[in-house]
């Protein structure tokens, strides 16, 4: 697992899918454009909704969440990594949320 910048994540935003594992109330704040929302608590019931081959970028609200979901997901055979501060850090860069 790679732990990538908000810009980064920016960049690849049409290239990977990007994974909020947030809670429904946290959410609410905003989230990156195109995410697909799954609690982290609810990600084993729902990961048949990732592609495998496609590659994910793992956010939470400030990363420590999104680098043990990245963990877990590269153990499960995805190709996974983690945006370092997360949503903390990309609203802080000024960055775009829906």
Same mark, same amino acid.
Do not use: K, Y
């Given at each position: 697992? $790679?732990? &990538?910048? =908000?810009?980064? %994540?920016?960049?690849? !935003?049409?290239?990977?899918? &990007? !994974? @909020?594992?947030?809670? @429904?109330?946290?959410? %609410? ?5 195109? =995410? ?13 909704? !990732? @592609?495998?081959?496609?590659? =994910? &970028? ?6 420590? /969440?999104?680098?043990?979901?990245? @963990?877990? !997901? ?7 990594? %983690?945006? $370092?501060?997360?949503? &903390?850090?990309?609203? /802080?860069?000024?960055?775009? %949320?829906?």
């Amino acid at each position: 697992m $790679a732990e &990538i910048t =908000v810009a980064e %994540t920016n960049r690849r !935003l049409n290239q990977a899918r &990007i !994974l @909020d594992v947030r809670e @429904d109330f946290e959410v %609410t704040e905003g989230m990156v454009p195109g =995410v697909l929302h799954i609690p982290m608590g609810q990600l084993q019931a729902r990961l048949p909704e !990732l @592609d495998p081959a496609a590659p =994910v &970028i793992v956010v939470c609200r400030s990363g420590n /969440r999104s680098a043990a979901v990245a @963990d877990a !997901l590269n153990r499960a055979g995805f190709n996974a990594d %983690t945006m $370092a501060g997360g949503m &903390i850090a990309w609203t /802080r860069a000024g960055l775009p %949320t829906v």
